[in-house]
Nanobody, 122 residues
């Protein structure tokens, strides 16, 4: 079993920044892919960014690639999502997910965190 805990969400004004953290524990491995998804009220969940514990490749959705960055600290089992130039449309619950298949952005990773709310005011 894998446990994921997100932190770092909150209320920020448009143009501001936040850094989300996701710490994994339990039976993780270097093959895992770690993803960030978000879901806004009334909208479907969407992939935001992903990275694997092994290697350096990362992936960020086109809709946010100029503003968001994903990174990791293997020693801390933590993945980060740096969000800059935030917009009101970034308001959503942000979820961390882990996929043992190593596929970044898979539709249904088996492990999910409880989510952290990000609210961007205009």
């Amino acid at each position: 079993q894998v446990q994921l805990v997100e932190s770092g969400g909150g209320l920020v004004q448009a143009g501001g920044s936040l850094r989300l953290s996701c710490t994994a524990s339990g039976r993780t491995s270097s093959r895992f892919a770690m993803d960030w998804f978000r879901q806004a009220p009334g909208k479907e969940r969407e992939f935001v960014a992903g990275i694997r514990w092994s290697g350096t490749a990362s992936y960020v959705a086109n809709s946010v690639k100029d503003r968001f960055t994903i990174s990791k600290d293997n020693a801390k089992n933590t993945v980060y999502l740096q969000m800059n130039s935030l917009k009101p449309e970034d308001t959503a619950i942000y979820y961390c997910a882990a996929d043992p298949s190593g596929v970044v952005g898979a539709i249904t990773p088996p492990y999910w965190g409880p989510g952290t709310q990000v609210t961007v005011s205009s």
